[in-house]
Antibody, heavy 121, light 107 residues
């Protein structure tokens, strides 16, 4: 059974840092692109970043470029999101999501339960 | 940057057909997918590659994509289908893009 379990969320002051983790199991982690998607309270979904299978390619939404870094450890089946210089507008539930294999086109076929990040003084 | 537009809300009577649309420039030239999200839960993929259903998704869910509009159709809508629905596509300028979401009410 495919499982994605996020951790590391919490309350942080503006300007602070937080590192999110996502533990993957039940599938061959190293062959999938992986993404972080967030959802601000009462708002829609927003893609944040993704990373290629071997970590050689990373893409970010403009609003987090230079502040967030996505990374992965295929040996430990883990995905990470290092978030620096956090702002109030980064407050959201952050989901770890598996991207479908290329032949299936774009889409996220598995999602974690999400971890809440609150940026407030 | 590329944008996808959805109506904020759609209402449908039980047993009727619900149509949820998603508009974007030349969206028909891209693959669209759809997610269902119920309150307090993570999104669930219900349609990918315009019209394919993942395993476990009921046959009443179908999709189409042509021109500038992708459509999610729910036939014989049930109360359990209430929730928020998001379209998503990939664009070279924006990478992953989501629509703003449509709240489906079954009443």
């Amino acid at each position: 059974e495919v499982q994605l379990e996020e951790s590391g969320g919490g309350l942080v002051q503006p300007g602070g840092s937080l590192r999110l983790s996502c533990a993957a199991s039940g599938f061959t982690f190293s062959i999938y692109w992986m993404s972080w998607v967030r959802q601000a309270p009462g708002k829609g979904l927003e893609w944040v970043a993704n990373i290629k299978q071997d970590g050689s390619d990373r893409l970010y939404v403009d609003s987090v470029k230079g502040r967030f870094t996505i990374s992965r450890d295929n040996a430990k089946n883990s995905l990470f999101l290092q978030m620096n210089s956090l702002r109030a507008e980064d407050t959201a539930v952050y989901y770890c999501a598996r991207e479908m294999l290329a032949a299936a086109g774009p889409g996220f076929d598995y999602w974690g339960q999400g971890t809440l990040v609150t940026v407030s003084s | 940057s590329y944008e996808l537009t959805q109506l904020p809300s759609v209402s449908v009577s039980p047993g009727q057909t619900a149509s949820i649309t998603c508009s974007g420039d030349k969206l028909g030239d891209k693959y669209a997918c759809w997610y269902q999200q119920k309150p307090g839960q993570s999104p669930v993929l219900v349609i990918y590659q315009d019209n394919k259903r993942p395993s476990g998704i009921p046959e009443r869910f179908s999709g189409s994509n042509s021109g500038n509009t992708a459509t999610l159709t729910i036939s014989g809508t049930q109360a359990m289908d209430e929730g928020d629905y998001y379209c998503q596509a990939w664009d070279s300028s924006t990478s992953v893009v989501f629509g703003g979401g449509t709240k489906l009410t079954v009443l």
